[in-house]
């Protein structure tokens, strides 16, 4: 298990933490978005937003902290803000878990 705990330290703008599988071979920023600027979240283990809980969240508006804990595997995944348009902007990052 990982908790993970997100503070929005941006000054005018809410976000969210969403984390996904990536597939072998694949790297970050490669999901193809839809016309609102998303991705697609099948496959999501959770978020950290202001609800923290599972299911879609409400983002975290600046100054704001959230959490989450998962059950994640060894493997490579992929956190996002999900948000219009904050996946094309480069808002991500891997997230390599190993056994122990």
């Not at 609102?36 to 979240?41: P, Q």
């Amino acid at each position: 298990m990982i908790s993970l705990r997100v503070f929005n330290a941006g000054p005018m703008m809410t976000h969210e933490v969403v984390v996904l599988p990536l597939a072998p071979g694949r790297s970050i920023g490669e999901r193809p978005t839809h016309p609102d600027g998303k991705i697609d979240e099948a496959g999501s283990l959770g978020e950290v937003s202001r609800s923290c809980r599972a299911g879609a969240g409400d983002g975290l508006p600046p100054g704001a902290a959230g959490w989450t804990t998962l059950t994640v595997h060894p493997g490579r995944y992929q956190l996002v803000c999900n948000l219009p348009g904050h996946y094309l902007a480069g808002m991500y990052a891997e997230l390599d878990v190993t056994g122990r």
